[in-house]
T-cell receptor, first 116, second 111 residues
Framework: DAMVIQNPRYQVTQFGKPVTLSCSQT?????MYWYQQKSSQAPKLLFH???????NEADTPDNFQSRRPNTSFCFLDIRSPGLGDAAMYLC???????????????FGPGTRLTVL | GQQVMQIPQYQHVQEGEDFTTYCNSS?????IQWYKQRPGGHPVFLIQ?????EVKKQKRLTFQFGEAKKNSSLHITATQTTDVGTYFC???????????FGSGTQLTVLP
């Protein structure tokens, strides 16, 4: 059974047209992450929520926003996608953040975003 | 900020050969985790190491955490085509709020 679900799996948008990616989890984990991964690169953390506490990475562009309306769901909003935003967007969850078994991250299958 | 480097970036091996990837951190880590990402897939957790000098094995995979808790390695004995993928280490120092992923090593196994 899928534990971290991402929709849609593939998203095509036009340059400058807002897009929302969604992530849901059945693990009841406290932490949810959004990563951007480009071809042959490591996942790049955009931001994460610890419960309702939002933590933005310093180099995440303002064009990227996130919402977590409840424990199970988290959304990534790209307000004005540019060609450079085409990538795989990975959602991950963990019970805790950095130490112990609770910091293991469970990744969703990702959403591949294409910007035309 | 915390940096986690991995080498090599790419490795091609003949099936049956051994493979090792190394992970080095600029700071002392509280733990190190290893993930595998198959081509077209998402990262999947393999293992976590916590103790200084710790060694763990999973079948043909051997994971080590350095004595100073600043480096780690993953060794695969007698690679198989199913080992193909990118291996990432991820660690956190005591003050960090999230794991930092290494740059990854992309393994290709030639039949």
């Amino acid at each position: 059974d899928a534990m971290v679900i991402q929709n849609p799996r593939y998203q095509v948008t036009q340059f400058g047209k807002p897009v929302t990616l969604s992530c849901s989890q059945t693990l009841n984990h406290n932490v949810m992450y959004w990563y951007q991964q480009k071809s042959s690169q490591a996942p790049k953390l955009l931001f994460h929520y610890y419960d309702k506490d939002f933590n933005n990475e310093a180099d995440t562009p303002d064009n990227f926003q996130s919402r977590r309306p409840n424990t199970s769901f988290c959304f990534l909003d790209i307000r004005s996608p540019g060609l450079g935003d085409a990538a795989m967007y990975l959602c991950a969850t963990s019970r805790g953040r950095t130490s112990g078994r609770g910091s293991t991250q469970y990744f969703g299958p990702g959403t591949r975003l294409t910007v035309l | 900020g915390q940096q986690v480097m991995q080498i090599p970036q790419y490795q091609h091996v003949q099936e049956g050969e051994d493979f090792t990837t190394y992970c080095n951190s600029s700071t002392t880590l509280s733990n190190i985790q290893w993930y595998k990402q198959r081509p077209g897939g998402h990262p999947v957790f393999l293992i976590q190491l916590v103790k200084s000098g710790e060694v763990k094995k999973q079948k043909r995979l051997t994971f080590q955490f350095g004595e100073a808790k600043k480096n780690s390695s993953l060794h695969i004995t007698a690679t198989q085509t199913t080992d193909v993928g990118t291996y990432f280490c991820a660690g956190a120092s005591g003050s960090a709020r999230q794991l930092t992923f290494g740059s990854g090593t992309q393994l290709t196994v030639l039949p």
